[in-house]
């Protein structure tokens, strides 16, 4: 992969507007200082590069990367001051350019830009990449060469005998907890930030069905006629539904007491315990499982009904226990995903119940809910459901009354447009102003919300705003990368996974969204260094100490996975 700045070769004519310009023939090295989605766009999308060098030309040209011949030409606009990217930037905006081809941006002085395409399911490759991703991050399997190609890897964690934690309130004995994806870098697995993924998961599957075919990602699944996307969810699935207690409240995290050394799977053995019990996981797993339930019918009923069963059992207990906050207990480090206020997982939790069962009960109290239509950043696994609740009532409006659907409908566009402003002024062209911990996935949700409205009202800004998150992190930033791990020409190599950091593979594992610039920099304090002043945007660090900005994480994938799916279907 080039990650160089620009060599200059051969030079080559072309003829521009009448007059002669020589052009070096395209290298094998490109500019940093042009910042575009490394993937590709729609032909009809809203096309836009960002190029950050100080300039006296001000002409920009797309060439052919097959002819080397010129197919575009345009003027930069005037110097913009982008104070969270700390850079004075020109904007080359080539929209007008859809004849479907391979092509690179070259401006004099700069260079050429890594290469990208215009065409039809640009990116289907890394949305179907960011799935397979799941499977490389499976617990209690071996990954063999036929499906992980150079990441294949012997089985750890078979979970099948894990040992309670006196904070499960269980004093003795183990559980049989097989199955199941890593939940980030680490080894551990967690309900919390399993069922908030899955929901975003299972919404895209409602929503556009069937958008991934049996066969489609090379799973060991592939060929049994059930969707691969399915399939892999219901790895997942498997495992949750083992933490549930028989009280039917759910246990909070399955981890070992401390996080594992940077080691493959098989050499992590420390012992895993079955670790506290809440009220945030219980209703977390109640709102997954809910969805679960509709998601699985039409394939395998029996197990529907099963996930329907948990999920209101999951319900029956937080409502008898509303305020069980988790915090870990003594001698344990792992992650916390604590949270105090339930009322979002409330809200989500009783949505999807009641969509699915069309239980008058659970409607009725949704009816009191105070529903806040706000999106902060860091709205990730502690609030973000309430949205997640939200879109599945509107796709089923004739379960919804009027003035409930009504006021859904309203504050949801409100929020929409609000979000959509911003990205005619932010930096970058996407929603966020705060960068904290794992901000693409805050660039992606707020893209989840304007999705919503594009399938309330077709307005053109609606999905210019959601192609826009997506070219963000695949390469229109600051730091000029695309954020997933294997896609693009300038991906990050050394992130903060356990796999890629000890297989002795140089890649590593593919389709893992990198958490972004994170302005805290929580682990300058365990010596990672980042460039010196960082700005809020450049506050990332590829480097696989940097947790707190290079890591990846389930609830980062999903909304990853949802936006590449819904631009592949409303491209079409």
Known sequence: ???????????????????????????????????????????????????????????????DSESGEPVFSGELSETLDWRMAGEQVRIANFSELTMAGSYHIYIKDVGYSFPFEIKENVLLPVFQGSIKALYFQRAGMALDEKHASQWNRASGHPDDSVLYHPSSGKQTGSLNSPKGWYDAGDYNKYVVNASFPLGQFFLLEEQYPNSVADGDLNIPESGNTISDYLDELKYE???????????????????????????MPNKATNQR??????????????GAAAQAARVFMPYDSIYARKCL?????????????????????????????????????????????????????????????????????????????????IFTLLENKSLVPDELYNELSEGILNTADALTAKTKTNDYF???????????????????IIAQAYRLQNKPEYLTAVRQAADYVLGTNALGYSFVTGFGDNPPMFIHHRQSAADGVVDPVPGLLSGGPNDDKQDIAAGVIYPENATPMKSWVDHEDSYASNEICLNWNSPLTYILGFLEQESK
């Open 430 to 448: 996407q929603c966020v102003d705060d960068f904290q911990w794992g901000s693409n996935s805050d660039v992606l949700n707020t893209a989840m």
């Open 1 to 63: 992969m080039s990650r160089l700045f620009c060599l200059y070769g051969t030079l080559i004519l072309f003829v521009t507007a009448g007059c002669k310009e020589a052009v070096p023939a395209i290298a094998d090295t490109f500019s940093t200082q042009i910042r575009l989605n490394q993937i590709g766009y729609y032909p009809d999308a809203v096309k836009k590069a960002v190029v950050t060098a100080e300039l006296e030309n001000g002409k920009f040209s797309i060439i």
């Open 309 to 389: 069963q948990a999920a209101k059992r999951a319900y029956n207990w937080s409502v008898s226990n509303p305020q069980v906050a988790f915090v870990n207990p003594e001698g344990i480090s792992t992650g916390q995903y604590g949270d105090t206020n339930f009322d979002d997982e409330f809200f989500w939790a009783r949505a999807q119940l009641y969509v699915t069962t069309s239980d008058t009960t659970y409607l009725r109290q949704l009816n009191k809910d105070q529903i806040d239509f706000a999106y902060s950043p860091g709205d990730g696994w502690t609030k973000f459901m309430r949205f997640m609740g």
């Open 273 to 286: 315990y079955i670790v506290g019990k809440g009220t945030a996981a219980s209703l977390d797993f109640a």
């Open 237 to 263: 699935m498997d495992w949750v539904l083992t933490m549930q207690d028989d009280d039917g409240g759910m246990f909070h995290k399955l981890t070992t007491k401390s996080f594992e050394g940077m080691v």
